[in-house]
């Protein structure tokens, strides 16, 4: 059974950098799509950051040029680089991934099917 497991949430000042990771265990690693979702007090499930195995990568609008996703195979983590970071970017972080996203939905939370358990992410004025 896959399983992801995220680390990293905390509280930072605006301006600040956190880096988030996410750890896979199970037969998904590494040929999956992995990506990062967050979800913020009374809002839906908003788009971060996903990577292919195959490297290519993509950013939602409000963190392109701030946040990097990478990925280091030999230790089955996909880390979220956050930098300059805003009172908005406030909420909890989640890992998710899965086995084949289209390029078309690859940004729709409905198309992964395995989920970590969220880190929360605070960032103050």
């Known amino acids: 059974q896959e399983q992801l497991e995220e680390s990293g949430g905390g509280l930072v000042q605006a301006g600040g950098s956190l880096r988030l990771a996410c750890t896979a265990s199970?037969?998904?690693?590494?040929?999956?799509?992995m990506g990062w979702f967050r979800q913020a007090p009374g809002k839906g499930r908003e788009f971060v950051a996903a990577r292919r195995s195959g490297g290519s990568i993509y950013y939602g609008d409000s963190v392109r040029g701030r946040f990097t996703i990478s990925r280091d195979n030999s230790s089955n983590t996909v880390y979220l680089q956050m930098n300059n970071l805003k009172p908005e970017d406030t909420a909890v972080y989640y890992c998710?991934?899965?086995?084949?996203?289209?390029?078309?939905?690859?940004?729709?939370?409905?198309?992964?099917?395995?989920w970590g358990q969220g880190t929360q992410v605070t960032v103050s004025p």
């Open positions: 199970g037969r998904m690693y590494p040929s999956s799509v």
């Open positions: 998710a991934a899965d086995r084949a996203i289209g390029l078309a939905t690859i940004r729709m939370a409905r198309e992964y099917h395995v």
